[in-house]
């Protein structure tokens, strides 16, 4: 055990002069020290943008003695450290995590408020950082932001793309994308690095080692750099701050001074544009691997740009490479990342000398891998010419790996061509592909899926082999979960507030289990009033929202029925917007005394479809016909609405989540394989409507059958009902009948618009088992309804709910990973007054 160093045995450096100060006169002085000194203002004359950057910059001081003391420490502890490697980081803001991390939110709003702004307005300034598609980014900066609060030593990496991911605008219903240009005004929250940069080489051809026969030079002048920027990470109530270091794609040709100097100014720094490329937009695909040489080249970059990163940290330990397990950990985000398995090794054999058998130990026993999905169009294959043109020695090593995978699985089931035609790491099709969810399997130590059952489905469908090849164990589940910094204490300041009564301080923030505590309040009516007033308050500010991202007026006293989640035909928001239809069909048959007892409800709609994805699109344009119509029918008033809001984003999700009452998790059972807002909603004290899928099956067992609406098939149904439908023609019910007939009878515009997707069911097999599920989909939305006009009993199940949700923490999942896949134990930083 290294000796912890003290402030005091002078192995550490003093800090204690630059102390933060919660002091209102200091922070106001190093405000306004960054708008004269930093952006050329004064204090007379400045506008919320300025006073934005000024204070975050101004705060960012305060991260960074942090930072570097966190480095520092690890490194002379000489702890091991996780890295966290995903090509997605989906962060949101950070100016407000960062105050309520440090503390120091009140001191900043009276600093603010002295200057004549509103803290709220200056937050509403900053720009998403959104380098991430969906839930698996999320999920990364999650974890990023447990590991710091939890203090351990852990690092993402990622790519810093110039482009995020697409803005959406909808335009006459229709999705349209604009590119997020978020770099165009100053980032408080990254710091270039210039003297971290490696140089990446592509395609070129290998020299054999005449010494010895696995050893290869690797030769080529296609050689791009990768210069890294650091994001903090700040964790809440510890001295610990984390990081992300994303790498940006620079060219290392030099200026071309025979071009400049004959005049081709363009050319002289021609590399440079193609350099830059590199690492110029976010790939807006979740769930579809497009399988693009670009994206190839993305990935190689980041990877081999941070397995050079963490060798040269490693090396500086001065210890064997034989020690790398010991000291590093690295989890692979899904297949993205998966070329660092060959770039280790090639560094290792081809660089360091090492015999393949021991570079084969240190990578499989540094590496993990996580997977996301089995959706079978988002499985990571590439073409191997493709692979053997950019990466040429990748190539060979894969085919090393495989060639000696294949031998040992010869041995243990002797002539069984079958299982090794069937366990290739290369696909026998033509071109040749390299699986890359094998290769990740079998260079990683453990592999795991993100809930219970999404971790048995992949043992028993694409792992099923390897389970038996390489043992059971390997194959672990590691539930998701949730930041409840973010997804409460920032998101949800009424119902933080009414946490911290129950529990006496703001423990909880970093220890959900505390919120057990509101079982004991089930029946106090007065704190029962002001559970529900803070809903209530939530959902007067999302009508706010709405009405100022779409125009339309909702009232806040209705239900509030949201599905919010990227657009994809697995997700279903098509049985959501055909069970409205129905909904309105239902209600223009009613008289309007009839019309007015019933339950008022606003539905709700956000999410992006991938570019290319044209049924997602015609999916929005579907929703948004609908809600046109509906929302101008005079009949129908408040008692129906429908809204899209367009853009959906991690700060749009900080508004949409605490004000739902009913959120839709309603995948065909099998598919999703964990969701991660279905968490947040349900901490939020909002309860779910889906089906037996994902981590909505462990959130109905924890917080109780009575708290959770399910229906539809259940995961080992649906091959059945797939295979029948493949030769039978579905039968719609008459509810799912009637809305057909309705958009046929052009109530929502041109119908031809919609008829693909009515015969994506009717004629396309029904994949995703619409016209399966949609009577027990009706069905749990009349219990819906039911349960809610008992108003006692709804606040019941939205307390109970909230007071059992600590399982769903990411703090939990980080420990679990910690403990069992990483094997790293959490070094608080000495607390020194910072
Ligand atoms: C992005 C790029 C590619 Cl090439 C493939 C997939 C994705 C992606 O965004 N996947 C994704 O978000 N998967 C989701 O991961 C979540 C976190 O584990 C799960 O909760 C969710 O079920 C899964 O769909």
Redesign the pocket.
Known sequence: QPKTPTRDDGEFRDYSHSEISRDVATIKNSVVMHLTATFLRTPANIDSGQAYLASAFSVRDRLLQRWNLTNEYHDKIGAKRVYYMS??FLIGRTFDNALLALGLREEYSKVLGDVGFCLEDIIDEERDAAL????????AACYVDSMACSNYPGWGYGLRYKYGMFQQQILNGYQVEAPDCWLDSPNPWEFPRPDVTYPVKFYGHLVRDPQSEHRFKWESNVVYDAMAFDVPVPGYGTTNVGNIRLWSCKTNTLFDLNKFNSGDYQGATGGQVAAQILTDVL?P??????GKEL?LRQEYLFCSATMQDILARFRKTNRPLSDLPDMAAIQLN???PTLAVPELLRILIDDEGLSWDEAWEITTRTFAF?N??I?PE?M?KWPVPMLDKILPRHMGIIYDINLFFLQTVEKQFPGDRELLRKISIIEESNPQQVRMAFLACVGSHKVNG??AI?SDIIKQTIFKDFVRIQGEAKFINKT?GVSPRRWMNECNPDMSALLTEVVGDRSWVNDLTKLNQLEDRISDAGFRERWWAAKQKNKERLAEYILTTTGIKVSAHALFDVQVK?IHEYKRQLMNIFSVIYRYYQLKQMSPEQREQELHRVVIFAGKAASGYWVAKQVIKLINSVAEVINADDEIGDVLKVVFIPDYSVTAAEYIIPASDISQHI?TAGT?????SNMKFVLNGGIILGTVD??NIEIGEEVGEEQIFFFGCLAHEVEDFRHYLRFNQPKPDAALQTAFDMIQRNTFGDAQLFQPLIDAIMRGGDVYLLSVDFPSYIQAHKAVEEAYRNHDEWVTKSILSVARMSKFSSDRSIQEYAEEVWNIEPQPVLNCGL
């Open positions: 090509l997605e991430g598609n969906g839930g698996l980014g999320r999920l790939y695909n979740d769930n579809t691997s497009e994206r899904d297949t993205h996580t996301h999905t959706l988002a990571e993100v809930a999404h998701n990227r995948s999703e394989a964990s969701g991660t994902g981590a």
